[in-house]
């Protein structure tokens, strides 16, 4: 049968009128979802910038003709703080810092440099009298108001480096663990085992041969006083125990160990191998978290993750609750940028533990009344400063890597 012109007209504008409704209704629908994500993305910005993360400021920064320039790069050496630490409110010292990093990036001449400073520096609290150890320092700012930390942290890491501190961030232990699934994990290369057998036991005391009765391998020494007020020669000595519980709920399994050989780790291994320090030391704690980082940042910047939608927004919501900084996200981006085009450009490590070694940088003096603390040697950081300011053309501290 025949249609009229008219009848044809009809249809026509029906069918029009219903394909602009569905095009509508689809716009909605896509304008309603990159609402949301754009909700999502400025929500996380807020928390891990407390406030600070501008992000109609930064969309401004990704127009042509508006330049980018982090602080410190006209000068040519961008250094920012790294800190790792349990967690607010998490028992154990949440607000202690586990690891103290200052990442320094030459981007004009292809070069990285990492810092560590152990925890156990002696200073003073930057507005304050108070003398306390490096790692505490973040905790006081923290008691002043939020983000107090960081800004706390920078004062105190550049007068000990002698370096401009152009940002900080730091990191809880859930947010590393996350970080480190999300990129399905991140691998080292041992020469040797690696065990770590007294750390994730808990407390040591006496063995009783009731509560405390797993043999730790060390021992109690205690003074024994004679009637006259004179002390016996040979003090006596006690063995020590650990309580017996249940493996499970000990941190890290309690003796934690990875074979020799390559090793992928995943979130909590790679946690525990950064924490471990007991059974070696807090410098070679140090190193070992140098090693991670870098195996981090390597993976980070893969193209199969910056192309990996999946694993980027994984990335976001790890770090929403979990990371603090003071970079905005046009600072970020700008920064990933360098360290890609550096990365991309083959650059050169270069890597510092301040230690006590015979040839440190520091000391621990003793009988000083305030426990295991280290100091710099000539009881000045001058020769902290010269390390951190040319440790682009020092020789190699060639003892960073796996064992």
Known sequence: MDISPVGEKIKTKFFAKKWVKFLLIVIIIFAAAGGILFWKAGNIIDKITSGRGNIFGSILHSLPGVKDELKGEKDGRVNILLLGMRG??????????????????KPGENKAAQISVPRDLYVT??????????????????????????????????EVTGLPIHYAASINFRGFIDLVNTISGVQIHLDQPFTETLQFRGLEKRCDGVKYTVPSGNYEEKRIKRKNGTYYANPK????????????????????????????????????????????SDFERAKRQQIVMQAIKDKLLSAGTLTDFEKINGIMNSLGDNLRTDMEIWEMKRFIELYKEKNDKNYQIYQRVLENSEEGLLYNPPENGAGYILLPRGDNYGKIHEVCQNIFTLPPQSDIKPK
């Not at 009298?129 to 983000?147: P, T």
Request: net charge negative; aromatic share 8%; glycine share 14%.
């Open 237 to 280: 000595r006690y063995p020590l125990c650990f309580e017996k519980v249940v493996t499970e709920n000990l941190e890290c399994g309690g003796n934690f160990s990875l074979p020799a050989g390559d090793v992928n780790l995943n979130g909590d291994q790679a946690l525990c191998y950064v924490r471990s320090r007991v059974t070696s």
């Open 88 to 105: 607010e409110n998490v028992p154990g010292g949440g607000l202690l810092a586990d690891t103290i990093m200052v990442m320094s990036i």
């Open 125 to 158: 609290v930057p507005g304050t009298s108070d003398k306390q150890k490096i790692n505490a320092v973040y905790f006081y700012g923290e008691q002043k108001g939020k983000g107090k930390g960081l800004e706390n942290m920078e004062k105190i890491v550049g």
